[in-house]
């Protein structure tokens, strides 16, 4: 059971914009940052929103990030195939002393 | 450019014991925090230790904590894992990853191409 929560499975057709959540609790992401990263099959992970809605460079303005009090979203804008992978946001957890992933969200493109 | 090298996994037993390491390069390694951070088989990612930058304070997940030690050498800006008590569920691939800025432990915005780690009898 991940301290941060996301939906097992998302999905979405090609130029459709989907989101995806992440909920949390007041010692993480109430108080906190939100970070998200997108994973590939045989690849490691990589950094696509940092502190809720920072776009690290290189990044496609496709992707935005934002967060109200407990829970966080990832927005995809214009679907594209190559974004079939699994989203995980993760942050820091006060009460436990050190960061947390949530369980990821394997997004599928129909 | 920033690279992380990552070396070290391998096979052990049970109970057994293994030590990682991870070679940086291109930044200045002592002004980011440093993580370990594991991927088991048709699992999810799970942070497992962590380094501050400025003053080296380390961090442990509960499920390693008492098991395994995370520790940097900013001398050959080399990150390691001592991992003693070795289960099976701590199978799995193991990256290296800097964090974007400064002491934020948990935003990594470079990884290694990770070390696998089996323990199995």
């Known amino acids: 059971q991940s301290v941060l929560t996301q939906p097992p499975s998302a999905s979405g057709t090609p130029g459709q914009r989907v989101t995806l959540s992440c909920s949390g609790s007041n010692s993480n992401i109430g108080i906190l940052t939100v970070h998200w990263y997108q994973k590939l099959p045989g690849t490691a992970p990589k950094l696509l929103i940092r502190?809720?809605?920072q776009r690290p460079s290189g990044v496609p303005d496709r992707f935005s990030g934002s967060k109200s009090g407990t829970s966080a979203s990832l927005a995809i804008n214009g679907l594209q195939s190559e974004d079939e992978a699994d989203y995980y946001c993760?942050?820091?957890?006060?009460?436990?002393?050190?960061?947390?992933f949530g369980g990821g969200t394997k997004l599928t493109v129909l | 450019d920033v690279i992380l090298m990552e070396s070290g996994g391998d096979l052990v037993q049970p109970g057994g014991s293994l030590r990682l390491s991870c070679r940086a390069s291109g930044f200045s390694f002592s002004d980011y925090a440093m993580s370990w951070v594991r991927q088991a088989p048709g699992k999810g990612l799970e942070w497992v230790s962590g380094v501050r930058g400025s003053d080296g304070i380390r961090y442990h997940a509960d499920s390693v904590k008492g098991r395994f030690t995370i520790s940097r050498d900013t001398s050959t800006s080399t990150l390691s894992l001592q991992m003693n008590g070795l289960r099976v569920d701590d199978t799995a691939i193991y990256y290296c990853a800097k964090s974007s800025v400064g002491d934020y432990i948990e935003s990594m915005d470079v990884w290694g191409k990770g070390t696998t780690v089996i323990v199995s009898s």
């Open positions: 993760a942050a820091w957890d006060d009460r436990l002393r050190g960061a947390v």
């Open positions: 502190h809720n809605d």
